[in-house]
């Protein structure tokens, strides 16, 4: 599965044809089509349109109120206005200090030219003394590795 | 960016949803005094909500207003005034003035 993500779009992915027999059936049903591919239906069902103090997403049971009237820039970029992101793993709107938080679970490796992971790469995780703010590459959900670019940035 | 109809009252902008819902807008920036109701447009951005009031309404108000006035100063020039030194006389050519400002509003020709 092909997988990019950054701090203003989000995750996308590419399913591809040799990935169905693995693909967990709870991941695909995150999934939600977009254009040149899938994004996380979390994120997708979010209004472009927000109104300050109307509750826009529910983040582990707690509905989200918007901070103000404006149309943000991107879904994503909407989120991450009110703390909020999508969580690579579960494909559920959780908080930014969430998807920060390390997890024992997950290690990142390098070859100097290529990152391998056990996980997607979760955006906005501390990475290399900053945080994670966008990736492309491919999931292999036959042995559960990514392989790829991973960039470390800053939010703007 | 949208643009959505808007309405305000009491100084509150209100847009309403597709399920014919009103909703408050508290931090829409009004480009007019938002003292009297009035109908717009919400211009909403990435950067925040701005109303722009149809100005049709109040314009006509203001016409109205301002001819009525003309009136006033037009029959107060055909008043004989006692005249003392603290006051004025109107200009011996005031009525035909004021006539000329009438007929160009009515023409709206000062917009």
């Not at chain 1, 997988?3 to 040799?18: H, P, R, T």
């Not at chain 1, 209004?47 to 989200?64: K, M, T, Y």
């Not at chain 2, 203001?62 to 030194?85: H, N, W, Y």
């Amino acid at each position: 599965m092909r997988v990019s993500a950054d701090l203003e779009n989000g995750y996308k992915f590419n399913i591809q044809e040799q990935d169905l027999a693995y693909l967990p059936d709870g991941f695909k049903s995150y999934l939600t089509p977009d254009a040149g591919g899938v994004i996380f239906k979390s994120q997708a069902i979010l209004s472009d349109l927000l109104v300050i103090g109307q509750p826009f997403c529910n983040v582990a049971g707690v509905l989200i109120p918007a901070v103000k009237t404006y149309t943000p820039k991107t879904k994503f970029i909407g989120l991450y206005d009110h703390k909020v992101t999508t969580s690579a793993e579960f494909g559920s709107l959780i908080s930014i200090a969430d998807a920060t938080r390390p997890r024992s679970y997950q290690w990142i490796k390098s070859t100097g030219k290529t990152f391998y992971a056990n996980h997607i790469p979760q955006l906005f995780q501390g990475f290399n003394g900053s945080i994670i703010s966008g990736l492309d590459g491919t999931f292999d959900w036959k042995s559960k590795t990514f392989a790829g670019v991973i960039y470390a940035g800053v939010k703007n | 960016m949208k643009i959505l109809d808007c309405s305000v009252a009491g100084g509150v902008a209100t847009i309403t949803d597709s399920n014919g819902v009103e909703i408050a807008v508290p931090d829409a920036v009004l480009q007019c005094a938002g003292v009297f109701k009035s109908k717009g447009k919400l211009i909403v951005s990435d950067s925040g909500a701005v109303y722009i009031v149809d100005t049709q309404p109040d314009l006509q108000f203001l016409l109205d207003e301002v001819k009525a006035i003309a009136d006033q100063v037009g029959k107060m020039s055909l008043i004989p005034v006692s005249r003392t030194p603290d006051q004025s006389p109107l200009a011996p050519d005031v009525t035909v003035a004021i006539e000329v400002i009438k007929a160009k509003l009515d023409a709206k020709e000062l917009i």
